[in-house]
């Protein structure tokens, strides 16, 4: 046979429930007496822990429950569910009386009653927007529904990451709705006195760019933030669709005021040079609330406000002991933050001592550090008003003490006019007489640097002198030898010229064949054959030697360029041909001579000027070339090119002794010369420079000891401009 067991209906199942629930715990608590005055309910309650957050209402009776012994019990950081059991007796005709949590760092919480129709359950969870409550209070509010003269059992289940303190309230509707407004009129006023502070600090910061004004505006804004947040009004007004937001907010706002406070403290009381060592700790301040801020974006709230707690101890010990210190030491700035941070303090301690029970929980208590807060932002406000004062009497001092520097050097100024307008007049004697003196000098220096030029214009033309009277000298020589012979020749021809004129003056046949013979004889002995010879290489010579000579003064014609003073097109290969022409007996036999003239275009420019350029730099190579160790032929390389549409090249190298850097920096100072006295006047690469500078060139020149020199020279084709009158 099998048995059956059928559960019971509804509400039977409720009132074994009911009996559950109520019959084993109510002899452990006491009822609570609701007469119409707020009543805080710690002291009446019955608590159990649920480590392991698995009770339902329905295993409650087997729970055991610890009545409190605290007017408002503090369970601390807690990752445990917490139940509360209370009974609640009203003996008001107000049936509708309001449970408050007054800790609004709570956001969730679930109330359980029993009810004749069954088991209700209210509920605030942490992940609901505010506008899901039924009862629109920044505090965790639940409604208990108590007819006059009942009582009823209620089981609240509490559970946070954070710090719970359960300051637990029974109000009426009437006073529920006194409280709110006066907690809403408190607020109003602080979030008004930070809002004015922030604007006029933030004004300003914007009339005379202090740091330290930006640093406390950002401080005020997120101080309010955290406090407004603290006391729940900010899930309330700001973001009440943002539960996670919220949930994070106060350690996030608490964080970012901390380090703004800390940065301000730093900046306004100069502590990186009034206070080194402590202003080390502040850094460590720093980085404590930054890792706080960390923790708390990665979901750590608990480590999160443990570490918030702990900067904020340190920077309130830090900031009093530094401003302390400062204060002894009559820094009048320290003494309005010593002050400020002791309300800001007295306020804290307050707040904290009414979580711990030490203080009663009442309308002054609930408002300590919100008070504290607004005090402290007052008289950092007034602390930086007295700064700038601070600044602004010391820039008045300042100010008289340079119109008195003013009025005394101005004294001073007047007194030594005389002084030195008697010395201006000397000086100006003496600045007249040396610039008389100077421009005498100048003068000199022209006149002699005028003859140093003309010195080596004379040495230049003795060169060319020289070198064109070798040059003539030698087919000169070769005609004038030959005019003897020559004459000596033609005396021999006139004599048989003669002879035979002689014949027409002879008719007898025998005498004509006599003088015949004569004749004959004649030219055997003179040799008419070799007369003939002799006259054509004679004649051959003397037309060479004519030949070379107009070829010479040709070469000195174009050399020397009459047109120089105007600007012609130039054929840079002929100029180099001419200039060798003149300088061949410098060169002689000894030194090798190697040319590569390109196909170039001619050039604009002055062709003396330029003609005067290749001799002077030909003329040293062959000078230094003619110095040659035995053993070291010289040679001297002339080359021409064209390095691009617009410009063309001339290159003129030896292998000759080179340079030094020191003498190749120096080459083109006007009297440098490495040459003995007398050898050179130290001009002649200068006239060079500022011929080559005067037609837009460039020279570079390219040296090493022992290996040779080569002067590069670049010249544009056309010309922009000319520096020769």
């Known amino acids: 046979m099998i048995l059956k067991f059928k559960w019971p209906d509804s509400f039977t199942r409720n009132v074994i429930l009911f009996l559950f629930l109520i019959i084993p715990f109510h002899s452990k608590g006491e009822e609570i007496p609701f007469k119409g005055k707020d009543l805080i309910i ?3 309650i019955e608590i159990a822990e649920d480590t392991s957050s698995s009770y339902s209402i329905d295993k409650l009776k087997y729970v055991n429950f610890t009545r409190s012994k605290d007017e408002t019990p503090n369970f ?7 139940w509360i059991k209370f009974t609640v007796k009203n003996y008001t005709s107000d049936k509708d009386l309001f449970l408050e949590l007054g800790y609004p760092m709570i956001h969730s919480g679930e109330l359980f009653t029993m009810e004749p129709s069954g ?21 965790v509010v639940f409604k208990l529904t108590i007819p006059k003269g009942e009582s009823k059992t209620y089981f609240l289940r509490i559970r946070e990451n954070t710090q719970i303190v359960l300051p637990l309230i029974i109000r009426n509707q009437d006073s529920f709705f006194k409280s709110a407004l006066t907690g809403e009129i408190l607020i109003g006023i602080y979030i008004g006195i930070l809002a004015v502070m922030f604007l006029y600090n933030l004004f300003l910061y914007f009339s005379i760019r202090e740091n330290s004004y930006l640093y406390y505006v950002m401080y005020i804004l997120f101080i309010g933030l955290a406090q407004t947040t603290l006391t729940g009004y900010s899930f309330k007004i700001l973001w009440p669709n943002q539960p996670y937001f919220n949930s994070i907010a106060t350690s996030l706002f608490s964080t970012l005021s901390g380090i703004f406070g800390i940065v301000f403290f730093m900046n306004f009381l100069n502590t990186r040079e009034r206070m080194p060592l402590f202003n080390k700790g502040l850094y460590v301040i720093l980085v404590t609330y930054v890792l706080a801020l960390v923790f708390q974006l990665n979901g750590n709230a608990s480590l999160s406000y443990t570490l918030t707690n702990l900067s904020g101890v340190g920077s309130i010990v830090m900031a009093i002991s530094v401003s302390a210190v400062l204060s ?63 600044l602004k009497k010391e820039k008045e001092i300042s100010q008289e003490q340079a119109l008195r520097v003013s009025l005394e050097n101005e004294k001073i100024i007047t007194e030594q ?28 220096l022209k006149d002699t640097q005028t003859q140093l030029i003309d010195a080596e214009k004379m040495a230049s033309l003795g060169q060319l002198t020289a070198g064109i009277a070798h040059e003539i000298n030698n087919p000169i020589n070769f005609v004038s030898s030959n005019i003897r012979p020559l004459r000596r020749d033609i005396a021999d021809l006139i004599q048989i010229l003669d002879s035979y004129s002689d014949l027409h003056s002879t008719d007898q046949g025998e005498v ?26 004679l004649l051959n010579g003397m037309e060479d030697g004519a030949h070379r000579t107009v070829e010479i003064v040709k070469g000195l014609k174009m050399f020397a360029r009459v047109d120089d003073s105007d600007l012609n097109m130039v054929n840079i290969n002929e100029g180099i041909e001419s200039t060798l022409v003149i300088l061949n007996y410098q060169m002689g036999t000894s030194i090798q001579l190697f040319k590569d003239l390109g196909n170039i275009p001619n050039i604009e420019g002055f062709g003396g000027k330029l003609n005067q350029v290749f001799m002077n730099i030909l003329t040293n190579s062959i000078y230094i070339t003619q110095k040659n160790e035995e053993g070291k032929p010289p040679f001297i390389w002339v080359k021409t090119w064209l390095k691009d549409p617009d410009h063309i090249c001339i290159s003129i190298k030896d292998n000759g002794s080179g340079m030094t850097p020191e003498v190749k920096a120096k080459i083109f100072e006007p009297f440098f010369t490495t040459k003995q006295v007398g050898d050179g006047t130290g001009l002649g690469l200068s006239i060079v420079f500022k011929i080559i500078e005067a037609h837009n060139g460039h020279i570079a020149v390219n040296s090493e000891v022992g290996e040779g020199t080569e002067f590069e020279i670049t010249l544009p084709i056309l010309k922009k401009e000319s520096n020769f009158p």
């Open 328 to 390: 002894y030491q009559n820094y009048r700035p320290a003494k309005f933050f010593l002050i400020a941070w002791s309300i800001f303090f007295v306020g804290l301690a307050m707040f904290v001592l009414r979580n711990l029970d030490i203080l009663p929980y009442n309308f002054f208590t609930n408002y300590t550090m919100q008070a504290g807060t607004a005090i402290e932002v007052i008289l950092l406000s007034f602390a930086l008003a007295d700064k700038i004062n601070v």
């Open 119 to 139: 088991v209700t359950h209210q509920k605030i969870l942490e992940n609901d927007s505010f506008y899901k409550r039924k009862t629109e209070h920044q505090n």
């Open 76 to 82: 601390g950081l807690s990752n445990s569910s917490w």
């Open 417 to 444: 006019n005389v002084v030195l307008e008697r010395n201006v007049l000397e000086r100006t004697r003496e600045l007249r007489q040396t610039n008389t003196e100077l421009t005498d000098t100048l003068t000199q």
């Open 42 to 44: 710690g002291k009446y």
């Open 512 to 537: 004509l064949d006599n003088k015949l013979k004569e004749i004959e004889e004649l030219k055997n002995d003179l040799d008419l054959d070799y007369i003939k010879t002799e006259l054509g290489v």
